[in-house]
Every structure is written in structure tokens, then in C-alpha cells.
């Protein structure tokens, strides 16, 4: 069997695991620049937190606090002047995958000089500030993986850094930031590492530990479906979400995503989709795609989720997702050619033509 596994990140799971550990924080330096949204990481009881744990170690910090949804390149080059001019020794993200991706890229930026022509090109020195990451949705695995996705506008898309340097020294992971996340963004980041679970299990860079842990992730995420079509849920589940938020981050920085992600990016880009939904709408659909060619696969997929058809499982993500988007023919076929440029379409097991991808879309969108 020939496999490569590479999982750096030490994992810290569990109620309170942020003050409870705060040793962890004075492992990496004297000075700590946390990097979040504009609001929540204030709300949820996470910077709060983090301070505490900083404070109790005499770790001096500064604060930047304006990473916006679908995070900029601008902002990640201000972030890491901004870590540059404090002298700050590591980066600590906290909340969803837009701060912990953006916390990424200044933590690159910072340590090194990369020109915007050369920032997604995959070739950097290894140095990098180390990072602490604690996340405070339950969907993008961010705290775990080698992934820092921004908005390209060049490329009018979304694009990722993707290197083992900027995987995260330490994830802390506590479902209870969660609970203020509202019932929308809660099914969308569900999907979102629904997506990533079954996505790398359609990856022919899938190996026997990365389906292993996918299929948990699904198994967790499917166990919560009832609760996330009720939009009740309990703090049980929303534990098992975090979980399987991480398992699914494990499983995409072995696999990578495939179409389904490269495709989705076009309707967050120029539709505003938020991510999870996008890849929402177009996961069954590629299910079906390779179903054709792969039946087995998908049905141990569906196996997971105790559902016998995709057609099953498409009824589910109608439940939770509602209304869909309209989408204009002459937008699928820009969108669909954007896509096929993505590094991800060769990752699947069935690679799609631009013509199946612009059924994709048609279908999933009907
Ligand atoms: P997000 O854009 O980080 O956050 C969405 C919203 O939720 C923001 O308004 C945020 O507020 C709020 N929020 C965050 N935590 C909250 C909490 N505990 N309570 C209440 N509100 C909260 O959403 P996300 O879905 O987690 O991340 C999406 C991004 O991650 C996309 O850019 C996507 O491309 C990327 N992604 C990365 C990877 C990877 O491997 N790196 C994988 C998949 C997706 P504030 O702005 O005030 O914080
Ligand atoms: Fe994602």
C-alpha cells in the first residue's frame, strides 16, 4: 500500500480547553497578535478567553480584528505589516474559516516576502509565524489544515495557498463558541464540512486513514441532520459538529476537494453564496456524476448517512438549503469555465469535462 499522511497540528478538544491549557500560548513567544472577524470572536466568549489564558502567562498582545467574510489579499498584506510593526512572535485566529484562513496568509506574509504575482504559487521559504488557531464555527476545518483561501479578483475567484508551512502549530477546539452561531450559518458550515468529507473520499488522493476519518465526520454530520431541518440544536450536536468540522479539515489536507469546491467558489465569488451552501447545492448532483462510473464509492458514502440513493440524500439539502439561487445559462457556462482552470477538478476520481460541469450546474440548479 503506498500512503502519505501528514497531520502536524496538535489537536486541544474539549470544554474550557483554551484557559485550561493556557501553558500552551507561552510555548510560542512573548508577544501574540490575534486576528478575527469584526464581531463574533468579541461575542462568543472566545477572545475573552484567550486573553484570559494570555494574561496568565504574561503574554503581551495586540489585536487585529478586521477580517471581513471571503478575506481579501489586501487585508492578509496589511495584516502581516501590521504584525511586522508589532514585533508580534505568533498569530492566534480565532473564529470562523475567513479569520483562521486569513490568520494563514499573515502569518506567511509576516515572516517572509511574497509578491501578489508569486502568493499562490505554492513556492515558499518555510518560514512562517507559528500558529494557534480556535475556531468558532463548525465547518471549515481551517484550524487543521494547509489551506488559506482568499478572494482573487485576478482570476475572479476564490484561490488557495497550499502548503504544509502554514499548517497550524496547535488547534483548541470548544464547542461552546459555537452555540451563538445562528441556525443558517450553522447548516451552511455543517455542509461545508459535510462536503469536505465526501469530497475527499471522491479524491484519488483518498487513502485508507483519510476514509476512515471522513466517514465519522459523515456519520456525526448525519446524525444531526433531524436537529439542523428543526433548528434545534443541542450542545451535544453542536459538539459532534466541531468534531467532525476537524475530521473533515484532516481529511481535505490529505485529499484536497474536487469540483464541487472549485464550482461553488464561482457563486460565492459572483453571486455572494455563502461557502457551505454553494458546495450544498452542487454536492448531489456530483454525486450523481460519479455515480455513473463509481457506484460502489458513492453508495459507502450514502451508507454513512444510512440513505440508499442520492436522490435520497438531494432531498435532505433541498430540506436545508430552501429556495435556491437563479442562475442565468450564460452564467453557468462563465462559471464553468472559471472552474475547469481550478486546481482541484484533476483531484476526482471522475474527472468532469467543462460540458459536465455545466450540466452540474444546470441540474443542481433546476
Ligand atoms: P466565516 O466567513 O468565517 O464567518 C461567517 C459569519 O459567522 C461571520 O459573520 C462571523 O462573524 C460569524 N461567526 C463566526 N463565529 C461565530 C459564532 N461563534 N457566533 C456567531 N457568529 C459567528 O464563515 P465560515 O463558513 O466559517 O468560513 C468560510 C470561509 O472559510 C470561506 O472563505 C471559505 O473559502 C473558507 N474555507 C477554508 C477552508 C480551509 O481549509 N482553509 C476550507 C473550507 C472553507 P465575524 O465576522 O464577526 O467573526
Ligand atoms: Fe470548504
Redesign the pocket.
Known sequence: MNMNFLMPTELIMGKDCVVNNASVFSRYGKKAMLV??????K??G?QEDVLKALNLQNVDYVIFDK?????TIDIVYEGAAFARENKVDFIIGI???????AA?GIALLAAQEISQENLFSGIYENSVLPMIFI???S????EV???????NDAAQT?T?IASPVIFPKVAMIDAK??????LT?TI??AI?ALS?SVEGMLCNKANPISNLLAKDAIRKIAECFTQLQEGSITSESREKLIYASALG?IV??QTG?TAV?AMG?SL?YFKHV???RANGLLLGEFLEFVEIKKPELVHEILECMNLSSVSEYKNIMAKLLGKKELITQEEIEQYANIAMKAKNIPNSVVVPEQEDLIHIFQKSFQ
Do not use: F, R, W
Open positions: 478575527t472577524g469584526c464581531n463574533s470572536a461575542q462568543n472566545s477580517i471581513m467574510a471571503n478575506p473564529g470562523g474559516g475567513s479569520p483562521m484562513d494563514k475556531p468558532t464555527t465547518g471549515t476545518g481551517s489544515t494547509k489551506y488559506s483561501i482568499l478572494t476564490k488557495s463558541y459555537t452555540e451563538s452561531v445562528n450559518t451552511n458550515t461545508d469536505h479539515g481535505i489536507s476537494t469546491h467558489y460565492t455563502d461557502h457551505g
